[in-house]
């Protein structure tokens, strides 16, 4: 069954706050095609709003309905026809909220009126606040608004039903009926009772698993208790005999007896440590004399012969030095005669020197004047080039550009041709003789001949000639004149009488940019830089020199004879590096000489020290006491060293008998093993005290008999935990096989669904299989051997696989009598050209089997299309 809609009228919805009607819509395609903001979506949700939003709801969607600032009761009439049969349709939303249809069972109002469109339209009442889609039955699929094709859906619950209604004929299965539901919301509420919907375990499970690990935690427990105090037991005998071990080893009096002789022994070993002290400090005392009294006679030795050594040193450096003392008194004449003589030829030289600077000075000064007189004629030559120089420039920025020449040209050819075209097609009207009484247009005439270019009257007495030139001819003329205006147009604004002026322009241009050249090159040439004036080379440094010389005085001094003064001063230079010669071989004789003294003077102060130094150290050593006795006392004192070596080495015998550290060592490992026995014991007998306290403590609690009670309540968790756990894998295995049934059913459903949108999809993706969910939505697209989620497709396709299962369900629901009529706000935005010429087809033949409304604002897209084409206009 289709249904066709004939006429949509909309009063106070939305945008539409004036009455709006939209008429004259025909069984197969129509085409609404308006710009954007005209209200076609509106009209599409005036559509839903009449035949599936309750007239009584002033939820947030019909609040929605009214426009914008306006407290006005939203009006909707629809005129439409289902099975054939016509219908109207009145419904009012808010204020005054009311419905009315009018159908083949008569007129009905209110909530009858309600139910008979729901009954119609196999829809049910919507309680939503925005709108649910899925309550709109079959028109709430094939009605798509903006963007709701953009994306791969499933269908409603309603039209799943529906479907599977249809297809169950077809399929030859009931699977999912009352008796089936029944079952498996019986199998569902017991499988919730041990399973989560993930399959995990809970409920009855759980509870049975966390019976069993108290119990077991339980049974450990008491097991762990009873096998504690039975350690405690064993622990207790262990260390009682252990205490009793020690105890025996305190009592023992062998280490206290070894203790007592150790002690002696101990006092007997630091008395022999001491004498041995004592005789190493003696022996280390004698030994010491005897050092001291060797190095006093070693000193002695030493400072006779350094007193010795050092007069001989001294008489032979006072011999070498008496016999240079001539030579370098000489010496010292010659420096100072040579200083004196240098001294003079210095004094020359200096004074030709300062003859000749003076010399250059006056020199530099007459080339500067020279300098500056050429610079101010070399400014003058650069003044008046300058002068050129902005004259060539005028001349050369008259200069017409080639463009404009090549313009004028072009406009005198075209005068030339237009110009021939009037003598062509003119008239020549030639008079002779007596002009007496003639006239042309209304003037006198005169003999000759005259060019007539448009229409001429000549009066001829009381006759008139009318001379009239060819139609072509005006045109003509008026290209001619058009041409001389632009001609003229032109050269007034350059200024230029004719073309010949222009060229004649131009070509002074030219001459005047090459003489720019040339004056250019001799600017560059006059300003050359010169730095004996400072002056840096272009036109602006040579400008600024002479502006800053224009005070300046010109010198006239005469010029010194230059040569001379050098010869002057060279020759000064010769005398004074000939004293320097000899001032520095004199100083170089006196160097040698001083170099030869001065070793020999450092070594007489030398032996001079070293003999005072001797001397004094052999006073200081032969003024001590011990002196006088040396040779004796250092007998004596070895005598002494000998004896107290032999007295050390008794002392060290004695010493070594007697090891202190030994002892000591001994006395400490006695003391330390009584000392951990003492420990022991207390520690032994705190161990006997506490595990006492245990027994005591634990011996009444009767653990062997729990232990006994929670092994059995351990097996009765287990065996109920089995029990519940095989209970739940029959209600799995149940409810799995039932869901395996209904799949297998729902497999069937998909077949007829998916071979009926196969034979639209297979004309935009050739050869491609389609992949249905259970919901009956289309969920990937297999191509070459290769899934694709729909998800993971261009927009567009998804867009255009979108609309094709629609039309697939459109039809399963035409067999079953269902109303239907598909209606596409703004479709296929995504496509191209190609996908949009085959869509456009398959959609043209879908309108033979149903009405089919296209909304959209692309006229370029679908102006070229067959169908009704509807204008949205007022009614009012």
Request: aromatic letters at 2%.
């Amino acid at each position: 069954m289709s249904l066709r809609i004939r006429r949509i009228s909309v009063s106070g919805f939305r945008k539409f706050r004036q009455p709006f009607a939209i008429e004259g819509l025909t069984d197969g395609l129509n085409i609404v095609i308006e710009p954007n903001e005209t209200g076609k979506s509106t009209l599409l949700e005036a559509l839903r709003a009449a035949f599936f939003v309750r007239h009584g709801t002033r939820n947030q969607l019909a609040q929605s309905y009214a426009p914008h600032g306006d407290a006005v009761a939203p009006e909707i009439q629809v005129a439409f026809e289902a099975d054939g049969a016509p219908w109207s349709l009145s419904k009012r939303f808010l204020k005054g909220a009311s419905v009315e249809v009018i159908g083949p069972q008569g007129k009905a109002q209110g909530d009858e009126a309600e139910a008979r469109l729901h009954i119609l339209l196999g829809s049910v009442r919507d309680t939503s606040q925005r709108g649910d889609a899925a309550s709109y039955g079959a028109l709430g699929l094939l009605w798509v608004a903006q963007t709701e094709a953009l994306s791969v859906s499933a269908p409603g619950q309603i039209v799943r039903d529906t479907v599977r209604s249809t297809l169950e004929a077809e399929v030859g299965s009931i699977m999912g009926g009352p008796a089936y539901k029944r079952v498996r919301d019986r199998v569902d509420e017991q499988y919730a009772l041990y399973w989560t919907p993930t399959g995990q375990r809970r409920g009855r499970q759980t509870e049975a698993s966390e019976r069993l690990l108290a119990a077991e935690a339980a049974e450990r427990e008491a097991a762990d208790r009873l096998a504690a105090q039975e350690r405690t037991f064993s622990d207790l005998d262990a260390t009682r005999a252990r205490l009793k071990l020690v105890q025996r080893e305190i009592a023992d009096e062998t280490d206290a007896h070894a203790r007592q002789v150790l002690v002696t022994s101990l006092e007997v070993a630091r008395a022999a440590a001491q004498i041995l002290a004592t005789r190493r400090a003696e022996l280390e005392a004698a030994n010491g004399t005897v050092r001291a009294l060797e190095d006093l006679q070693s000193r002695y030795a030493s400072a006779v012969d350094a007193r010795e050594a050092a007069e001989r040193r001294l008489a032979s450096t006072r011999d070498q030095r008496a016999a240079l003392a001539g030579e370098l008194g000489e010496a010292r004449q010659r420096v100072a005669t040579a200083r004196q003589a240098l001294d003079l030829a210095r004094a020359a030289r200096q004074e030709a020197r300062t003859a000749l600077t003076r010399g250059e000075d006056r020199r530099r000064a007459a080339e500067r004047s020279a300098a500056i007189a050429a610079a101010s004629k070399r400014h003058a030559a650069l003044l008046d080039l300058e002068r050129q120089q902005i004259d060539a420039r005028a001349l050369a920025a008259r200069a017409t550009p080639a463009k404009v020449i090549d313009e004028l040209e072009a406009n005198e050819r075209a005068i030339a041709e237009a110009r021939a075209t009037v003598n062509a097609g003119a008239t020549i009207l030639a008079l002779t003789g007596s002009t007496t009484g003639i006239t042309i247009d209304g003037e006198p005439a005169a003999a000759g001949e005259r060019t007539l270019i448009r229409e001429t009257a000549v009066r001829l007495g009381d006759a008139e000639l009318i001379v009239r030139p060819p139609l072509t001819l005006a045109s003509a003329e008026a290209r001619l004149t058009s041409a001389l205006e632009k001609q003229r147009a032109a050269l007034a604004e350059l200024e230029l009488r004719d073309i010949a002026a222009a060229r004649a322009r131009n070509d002074a241009a030219r001459d005047a940019a090459a003489d720019l050249r040339t004056i250019e090159a001799r600017i560059a040439a006059i300003t050359a830089a010169d730095a004996s004036i400072g002056l840096a080379a272009g036109a602006e440094a040579l400008k600024l020199l002479v502006a800053g010389l224009a005070e300046e005085v010109a010198n006239e001094a005469a010029v010194p004879d230059l040569t001379a003064l050098q010869q002057v001063a060279e020759a000064a230079e010769a005398l004074a590096a000939r004293a320097e010669g000899t001032h520095g071989s004199a100083l170089d004789a006196l160097r040698r000489a001083e170099s030869e003294d001065a070793p020999l003077a450092a070594a007489e102060a030398g032996a001079e020290s070293d003999l005072g130094n001797a001397v004094a150290q052999l006073a200081a050593i032969e003024s001590r006491a011990d002196f006088l006795n040396l040779e004796q006392a250092l007998v004596i004192a070895r005598e002494r060293a000998a004896r107290a070596a032999v007295q050390l080495e008794e002392a060290t015998r004695n010493a070594s008998a007697h090891d202190v550290a030994a002892i000591t060592r001994k006395i400490e490992t006695i003391d330390a093993r009584a000392r951990t026995a003492g420990e022991m014991r207390t520690k032994l007998e705190m161990e006997v005290a506490r595990l006492e306290a245990v027994i005591e403590s634990e011996g009444g609690k009767g653990l062997a008999d729990r232990s006994a009670h929670t092994r059995e309540e351990a097996e009765a968790a287990r065996a109920a935990l089995q029990r519940t756990s095989e209970e739940a894998a029959t209600l799995k295995l149940l409810r799995d096989t039932l869901e395996q049934a209904r799949m297998e059913t729902s497999s069937k459903f998909v077949g007829p669904v998916a071979k009926r949108a196969k034979r639209y999809i297979e004309q935009l993706l050739p050869g491609c299989d389609l992949s249905f969910s259970e919901d009956l939505g289309l969920e990937s697209v297999i191509r070459g051997g290769i899934v694709e989620g729909c998800a993971n497709l261009s927009r567009g396709t998804q867009e255009q696989l979108a609309v094709l299962t629609r039309i697939a369900f459109a039809d399963l629901l035409l067999e079953q009598g269902r109303p239907v009529s598909l209606i596409l706000d703004d479709p296929l935005v995504y496509s191209d050209d190609a996908r949009l010429d085959l869509m456009v087809e398959i959609l043209t033949e879908a309108a033979t089997r149903m009405q089919v409304i296209l909304l959209t604002c692309r006229d370029r897209a679908f102006r070229h299309i067959g169908g009704n084409r509807i204008e949205m206009r007022s009614s009012g």
